[in-house]
């Protein structure tokens, strides 16, 4: 009888396969919104899409630069103006690039939203759009408008933190 080891065991090829579908992988930032907006409340909402949405998604292609959610009066949330370009080898069935999306949230997640954007000053924004376990799901934000000078403020704080650290390096290297 052979005895046992303490070693781990080599994983399968269909558990690698799945550690790697199940892994987040980004496809498209909105980098703008961190610098445009006070980031509050973060959601994770599921997309509706068609089949070669998915494909050109898959391909790494999209753009949320210029791109909004639009919560309806019907109490559904909408993702408008992101760009998902057309799927190369489509036919006649490709997709439009531009369309507007629905986003899938639970409902007390959507009432939430709802309440909060009809306050004033407050918006929803898209920050990522990822694929987990080989679903696109798009990080959303219920975030506050920024005005020029907080913005001019978070850059001199950014340029601040890169001259201290530069300094630090650079006294580092003399000492060592």
């Known amino acids: 009888m052979a005895a046992k080891t303490d070693r781990p065991r080599k994983p399968t090829v269909g558990e690698r396969a799945k550690a790697a579908s199940d892994a987040h992988k980004t496809i498209a930032r909105n980098k703008k919104a961190s610098h445009d907006y006070f980031i ?89 759009l990822y694929f987990i376990g080989g679903r696109a799901k798009i990080e959303i934000a219920l975030a506050r408008g920024k005005q020029d000078w907080d913005k001019r403020q978070a850059l001199r704080e950014a340029q601040d933190k890169r001259e201290a650290a530069r300094a630090m390096a650079a006294a580092n290297r003399r000492r060592g």
């Open 40 to 128: 509050e409340d973060r959601y994770e909402a599921g997309l509706s899409l068609t089949g070669t949405e998915v494909k050109a998604l898959r391909m790494g292609r999209a753009s949320l630069t210029e791109a909004w959610i639009e919560i309806d009066r019907h109490g559904e949330a909408w993702l408008q103006g992101a760009h998902i370009p057309e799927y190369l080898q489509g036919t006649w069935n490709n997709h439009s690039p531009r369309r507007k999306r629905k986003l899938l949230l639970h409902r007390a997640e959507l009432e939430r939203l709802a309440q909060r954007v009809q306050a004033k000053g407050y918006t929803v924004v898209p920050l990522e």
